[in-house]
């Protein structure tokens, strides 16, 4: 099976120094397969056009724009394509409704955030601010997982937004939204997920846990750089977004600013035909759940056994959570006597792809003690990995002098 998985993907085979490419990088974009590959390519050769005119190509170009929010759509467990937008990253999307929400806020007003989270899901709540609006961060604990009782306590009935993370994209800690989702219904206030480290390696359904909004981001999940919101139905219409007198004023337009990359949409359908591949089921949706619990479950194995191999090394100190209970199959480790950044150097010589530093959790880094010596080694699963990959890897690091 993996032979099957990886064949689908020409990147892996790309050698450095004499060493195949070990792909650990997939926390900041995975690799992407041929199918997406070619999604990408044909809509450049045969439907180049923009959407809502009457000759052929702009006609393919609305069939894709509409497909990829039906499919983003079964991804996420939503009611339909009207509560999916897309935008060119999550970034920019999530600004996009700060603003938007900004103004129909009062001076006095809440915002919580968390410690834990990527800086697109604090700075863009955070410049509220200038507003008057009060924004307060629910605190990181040592052991990368966010401190509920702070969240309890600093809710209250001024609250009128959370920000939280689904999973950390640093740690590999997930965050318990069903917990704060009941948190947050005592206060009447909304609550924002960030899901672009959960959406590739978790299922997820918005529905079932009843958040107002949800950003991801598709080249996280084998995808080209699109970023997707959704927004619980009729929600959209009661905030005032920037946009032009000429787009559609009404969900999910209102929030999409300018023509999208109409060929990465197109990719963006087959990165989750993708993950449907791997799954069973009469629906989509069913089959992307099933799809979903296949890749979950291969990556779980891999990351136990990198956990297993690095806990083995004395020099190496590995944060976070667990790897045998609920969480993302990233970890995060420093190494005694050398810097993040000296690691993965190493590392790049073997053939080896891992990042060092913050990865925009910035705050989390700062707040653990971490950023000041140049942060941490971070490594993560994908489909395409395999136990061969993690053992080189575990001996590769023993040999760092």
């Known amino acids: 099976m993996s032979h099957a998985i990886r064949k689908q993907f020409p990147s892996l085979s790309r050698q450095h120094n004499g060493h195949q490419l070990i792909y650990l990088d997939g926390p900041a974009g995975t690799q992407v397969p041929n199918s997406v590959i070619d999604a990408v390519s044909n809509y450049y050769k045969t439907s180049n056009a923009n959407s809502h005119g009457h000759f052929i190509t702009t006609k393919e170009t609305d069939v894709v724009l509409d497909t990829v929010r039906e499919k983003a759509a079964s991804l996420l467990g939503a009611s339909g394509s009207d509560t999916i937008s897309l935008g060119a990253n999550m970034t920019s999307l999530n600004f996009s409704l700060s603003r938007a929400i900004g103004r129909v806020l009062n001076a006095g007003d809440e915002v919580l955030i968390t410690q834990l989270d990527h800086e697109s899901n604090r700075q863009p709540w955070l410049s509220l601010r200038e507003k008057g609006i009060i924004v307060r961060e629910v605190k990181l604990k040592s052991n990368g997982a966010l401190d ?230 971070r490594m993560g699963m994908a489909i395409y990995n395999t136990k061969e990959e993690i053992d080189r890897t575990i001996e590769v690091l023993k040999r760092i002098d």
């Open 148 to 377: 509920y009782k702070d969240f309890e306590n600093k809710l209250n009935e001024n609250t009128r937004l959370v920000a939280m993370g689904y999973a950390a994209n640093i740690f590999g800690t997930v965050n318990d939204v069903h917990l704060v989702r009941k948190m947050t219904y005592k206060v009447g206030a909304w609550l924002l997920i960030d899901a672009v480290h959960a959406a590739p390696h978790l299922t997820l359904d918005v529905n079932e846990i009843g958040c107002d909004f949800l950003l991801c981001s598709a080249y996280k999940f084998y995808g080209p750089h699109i970023g997707i919101l959704y927004c619980k139905k009729g929600l959209l219409e009661r905030l005032p977004t920037d946009n032009l007198r000429t787009a559609y004023q009404h969900a999910p337009y209102s929030i999409e600013n300018g023509t999208p990359n109409h060929a990465a949409l197109a990719g963006v359908s087959a990165s989750i035909d993708f993950i449907a591949s791997f799954g069973k089921g009469d629906s989509y949706r069913e089959k992307l759940v099933s799809g979903m619990a296949f890749i979950q479950k291969r990556e779980k194995a891999l990351v136990q056994r990198l956990y297993k191999g690095l806990s083995k090394n004395p020099k190496i100190k590995i944060y976070g959570p667990p790897v045998k209970g609920m969480r993302a199959p990233t970890l995060a480790f420093t190494y005694s006597g050398k810097s993040a950044s000296d690691v993965c150097r190493f590392l790049a010589e073997e053939g080896i792809c891992a990042w060092d530093g913050h990865f925009y959790a910035i705050r989390a880094t700062e707040v653990l003690g971490l950023l000041e010596t140049g942060g941490v080694v």
